[in-house]
């Protein structure tokens, strides 16, 4: 893998100012950009770590704190393992910040930060991929559907709620994705039961969106957070492998 120059950067929105974490190539080059979009527990280190992995297969990867309305990260005052299984309160903390993330407060954000990433002298000319994770999948789905001539791949894993019956629904953008689509479902997730995982993929296929979803068998919700009590190792490796033939096929 190539050195990575990581640094902070700070994004104007519509809404204020949001801090990010981007990581690239350490060459003084222009590469493609990955827009990374968190899990709930924020931009953290185990988030940098991911970003530099994608770094330094010869991306520019923006991982912006998709909570900068409430402060900037760390917003939580996490334990260096997260298991919410013995501390409870971590979740009765997240859950209202995670309520204040409509659909349209985000994607008034996911302007502002593919707005960026074309002005980035780090970025290359062209459209981004996109990777999330937990709510982050939410997240990618709708800015495909979203931005869709500024979104060439996209994916999410252990991604939650992606086609509820609320008109509001992400799968709802179907019709409106050129992007080629990657997602990898945990197994027996109570946030993405069998019925949502049917419905997005025929949402996809009736849209005739390029499209891959796969359920990790054994992968609880979070598998890919090493941080976490969810970690999965077999689903991770799974999954970065998925994303970055995803990558190779599309930049």
């Not at 997730?189 to 969106?209: C, F, H, K, M, Y």
Request: aromatic residues 8%; contains cysteine; hydrophobic residues 40%.
């Amino acid at each position: 893998m190539t050195a990575v120059q990581g640094t902070a950067v700070d994004i104007p929105t519509e809404d204020g100012t949001a801090d990010a974490y981007l990581t690239r190539p350490d060459d003084g080059a222009a590469h493609p950009a990955v827009l990374l979009y968190m899990d709930a527990f924020g931009l953290r280190p185990r988030l940098r770590s991911m970003a530099d992995r994608l770094a330094g297969e010869g991306y520019s990867v923006l991982v912006p704190n998709a909570f900068y309305r409430h402060g900037r990260a760390p917003l939580f005052d996490l334990p260096e393992f997260i298991d919410p299984g013995a501390r409870p309160e971590i979740f009765e903390r997240i859950v209202p910040v995670m309520r204040t993330l409509t659909p349209d407060v985000a994607m008034r954000d996911a302007a502002a930060y593919l707005g960026w990433l074309a002005e980035s002298p780090a970025v290359a000319d062209g459209p981004v991929a996109l990777t999330g994770y937990c709510m982050g999948a939410r997240l990618s789905l709708l800015t495909a559907g979203t931005y869709p001539e500024r979104v060439a791949a996209a994916a999410g894993f252990h991604g939650g709620r992606l086609a509820t019956d609320t008109p509001d629904s992400p799968h709802l953008v179907a019709g409106e994705i050129t992007a080629e689509l990657y997602f990898g479902h945990a197994d027996q997730d109570p946030s993405l039961p069998p019925e949502q995982i049917e419905r997005l993929e025929e949402a996809l296929t009736v849209a005739g969106v390029r499209h891959r979803c796969e359920v990790y068998p054994g992968a609880p919700h979070g598998f890919t957070q090493a941080d976490t009590a969810s970690y999965h190792a077999e689903g991770d490796e799974r999954h970065w492998a998925a994303l970055l033939d995803l990558l190779k096929r599309t930049f």
